[in-house]
């Protein structure tokens, strides 16, 4: 069964940091495409952070660059979203997922298997 568990949410000042991690049993993570989303109430579910495991090749979104960096501890079979220099607007229930193939996307559709997300809440 596949499974992905996310961890690390909290509460935290803006300008703070946190590392979301995401647990990932039933299947190796090197294989398949990662990525992070993220929803506040209101909003669309938008991705933040996505990586192929085919080049290995990181991507951002741009309202999250420069802050937000994504990466895989293939030992552990454990996905990170170290998030730096948070903002009140990154406040949202946050995601991880993957998809059956290694090439990844900004687009939620493909991918079919979710974690049951973590919050995030910074105050300013």
């Known amino acids: 069964e596949v499974q992905l568990v996310e961890s690390g949410g909290g509460l935290v000042q803006a300008g703070g940091s946190l590392k979301l991690s995401c647990a990932a049993s039933g299947f190796i993570f090197n294989e398949y495409a990662i990525a992070w989303f993220r929803q506040a109430p209101g909003k669309e579910r938008e991705a933040v952070a996505w990586m192929s495991s085919d080049d290995g090749i990181t991507h951002c979104a741009d309202s999250v660059k420069g802050r937000f960096t994504i990466s895989i501890d293939n030992a552990n079979n454990t996905a990170f979203l170290q998030m730096n220099n948070l903002e009140p607007e990154d406040t949202a229930l946050y995601y991880c997922?993957?998809?059956?193939?290694?090439?990844?996307?900004?687009?939620?559709?493909?991918?079919?298997?979710w974690g049951q997300g973590t919050q995030v809440t910074v105050s300013s």
């Open positions: 997922a993957t998809k059956g193939y290694p090439v990844a996307s900004p687009l939620a559709a493909p991918y079919k298997q």
